[in-house]
C-alpha cells in the first residue's frame, strides 16, 4: 500500500472511521443498509485531521485529475470538505474556484432584487458556475449513490438558470466501500454511476486498503469481511476469497444424511430426538419457526438432552420479510443455540443480502432456497414466482459466499438447473438439502443420484407419523448409499 494512503487510514481511525467490532453492532447507511463499519468526516474534530482529509482530496485532485473549473462539495458533509481541499489545493493552484449551493436561496443584500439570469447568485456561496464549465464534484463515501443523484438534479436546476449546462468530468470521493447497488444484478454501484452520468469517479482510498490497513496492523477485520462478501461488487468478492478464502460452511459431518423435519408440537419432537439421536444417519433436526426467543430455547434445551446434533431453524418466512427484521432475528437465533437458518429470500435481493450478512455477522449457518416443492409454485408450474427470479435467489447467494442450498427433492429436473445456476457463481461443490419426499412423491435415492455426493435429505411425516420412529428413521437414511 502506498504510504499516503496507509497514512490517511492512520488518521482516519482517529475519529471518523468507525469500525464495529461485536456482531449485531452496525451503523445504518443512507442505502437503508446495516454495515459494520462508517466513515464520518463529520468527525474529523480537529485541525490535524481536516488538514490530512483536505490534503488527501487535493492531491488526488491535482495527480489525477488538472482540467476542471470549478470545485463543489455535496450536501452535507462534501461542503466541508471542499473548505479542507480547498487550503490544501491552495499550495498548488491558488486560483482555484469553488461553490456551494445554499438550501434556501438568499433574498437579501446582493440577492435583492436579482433578474432571472442572475438569480443563480442567490443560490450559491462563492464562485456562481457559468454555462459550459467543468465541475469536479466532492463528497465522502458512495454507497449507492442516492445522494449523488440527487445532487445532480440541483446542479442541473442552476444551469437552467443561467440557461445552458455544466459538464461533469469528475467526482471525488475519500472512501470507495466498493458495494453492489440495489437489484438482483449485483453491479457496482459506481460502474452504474459512471454509466448514467458519465461521470468519472474516484477515490482516495476503497474499502480493502481498509481491511489490508486493519490487517496489517492485527486489528479486527472479520466483520468488514463478511460484510463485504455480502455485498461487496464482484472485484471486492474477489480480492477477499483471494485473501482470505472461499467461505465453507459446513453444516452437517457427513456428507449425507436425513434429516428429519419436526414440524410437530414439542411432546413429539423430544421423541423424535430420543428415538434418532445417535443414528449416524441421522446429520440434525429441522426446527419450525412456534414462539419466538423462549420458545426456541425451549426446543434447543429438549434436543440437547439426546444429541448434539446441528439443529437448523426452519426459517423460510423470515426471507420474506423485510431487510431491517434480519439482525435481530438473527441474535435471538444465536442467542437460542441454533446452529444454521434456512432462507426463501422472496422478498427480492435487498432482504436477501441483509439476512445473509446478519446470519453470518452471528456465526450461523446459512442455507438458502429459491424453488419449492409444491405444485403453482413457479410460473411454468402455473405459480407466481418467475423461474429466472427463483435461480436468481440462488445466484445472489452464491455470490455472497453460501454454499448450502434447498432444492425440491421431488423435481430432479429443478435440481440439475439450480446446481448449474450455482457453479456459475463460483461455488463448485454445493451442499444440497432436500425435502418433498414420501407425501411429495419424491424418492431419497433418486435425488441423491442428481443432487452429488454432498446431500441431506429432508424427511418430515415419513419420519414422525412413522409407527416405528426409529425404524423409519433408519430406512431412510438406507437409501443414501
Not at 437503508?32 to 485541525?47: E, H, I, M, T, Y
Not at 458533509?77 to 486560483?95: L, V
Not at 449513490?145 to 455544466?166: I, M, P
Not at 420412529?469 to 438406507?478: F, K, P, Q, W, Y
Amino acid at each position: 500500500m502506498e504510504d499516503y494512503k496507509s497514512q490517511f487510514i492512520e488518521r482516519l481511525h482517529q475519529g471518523p472511521l468507525w469500525v464495529g467490532e461485536e456482531p449485531g453492532v452496525n451503523r445504518d447507511l443512507k442505502s437503508k443498509r446495516k454495515s459494520p463499519w462508517f466513515l464520518n468526516v463529520g468527525d474529523a474534530k480537529n485541525a490535524g485531521l481536516l488538514r490530512a482529509l483536505g490534503d488527501a482530496y487535493a492531491g488526488a485532485l491535482i495527480q489525477h485529475y488538472d482540467k476542471f473549473d470549478v470545485v463543489v462539495g455535496i450536501p452535507e458533509k462534501g461542503r466541508e470538505i471542499c473548505s479542507a481541499a480547498m487550503y490544501s489545493i491552495a499550495d498548488k493552484r491558488p486560483d482555484t474556484l469553488w461553490f456551494s449551493v445554499r438550501k434556501e436561496a438568499k433574498t437579501i443584500g446582493e440577492a435583492s432584487n436579482l433578474s432571472d439570469v442572475d438569480k443563480i447568485k442567490g443560490m450559491v456561496v462563492g464562485e456562481p458556475p457559468k454555462p459550459g464549465m467543468k465541475i469536479v464534484e466532492l463528497d465522502d463515501v458512495f454507497t449507492d449513490g442516492t445522494a449523488k443523484y440527487e445532487f445532480r438534479e440541483v446542479l442541473n436546476s442552476l444551469g437552467k438558470l443561467v440557461g445552458g449546462e455544466f459538464e461533469y468530468p469528475l467526482l471525488l470521493i475519500a472512501l470507495d466501500r466498493m458495494e453492489v447497488g440495489i437489484g438482483a444484478e449485483g453491479v457496482s454501484a459506481i460502474d452504474s454511476y459512471e454509466q448514467k452520468t458519465g461521470t468519472k469517479v474516484f477515490s482516495t482510498i476503497n474499502a480493502l486498503d481498509v481491511v489490508d490497513f486493519r490487517r496489517a496492523n492485527n486489528l479486527p477485520v472479520d466483520r468488514m469481511v463478511n460484510y463485504l462478501r455480502v455485498y461487496g461488487t464482484e472485484l471486492a468478492r474477489a480480492r477477499i476469497v483471494g485473501r482470505f478464502g472461499k467461505l465453507e460452511q459446513r453444516i452437517i459431518e457427513n456428507d449425507r444424511s436425513v434429516i428429519p423435519a419436526c414440524d410437530v408440537p414439542l411432546e413429539q419432537f423430544e421423541e423424535i430426538v430420543k428415538a434418532t439421536g445417535n443414528l449416524p444417519g441421522i446429520g440434525g433436526y429441522k426446527i419450525p419457526i412456534i414462539s419466538g426467543k423462549k420458545g426456541w430455547e425451549t426446543w434447543v434445551g429438549t434436543a440437547r438432552k439426546y444429541t448434539t446434533k446441528p439443529l437448523i431453524m426452519d426459517g423460510q418466512k423470515f426471507g420474506t420479510d423485510i431487510p431491517d427484521t434480519g439482525q435481530e432475528v438473527m441474535r435471538n437465533l444465536k442467542e437460542a443455540g441454533f446452529d444454521a437458518v434456512i432462507l426463501f429470500p422472496q422478498s427480492g435481493p435487498e432482504t436477501e443480502r441483509a439476512w445473509i450478512y446478519h446470519a453470518f455477522d452471528f456465526e450461523l449457518k446459512v442455507i438458502v432456497g429459491g424453488r419449492m416443492t409444491h405444485p403453482g409454485y413457479a410460473v411454468s408450474e402455473g405459480g407466481w414466482i418467475t423461474d429466472e427470479g427463483a435461480l436468481n435467489m440462488y445466484r445472489l447467494a452464491a455470490r455472497a459466499g453460501v454454499n448450502n442450498f434447498v432444492v425440491p427433492g421431488n423435481k430432479p429436473e429443478i435440481i440439475k438447473q439450480v446446481r448449474a445456476a450455482i457453479e456459475s457463481e463460483g461455488v463448485l461443490n454445493p451442499i444440497f438439502y432436500a425435502p418433498g419426499f414420501i407425501a411429495q412423491g419424491g424418492k431419497i435415492a433418486d435425488t441423491a443420484k442428481v443432487a452429488g455426493e454432498r446431500f441431506h435429505g429432508i424427511v418430515g411425516r415419513g419420519i414422525y407419523e412413522a409407527k416405528d420412529i426409529r425404524a423409519a428413521a433408519i430406512e431412510h437414511t438406507s437409501q443414501l448409499i
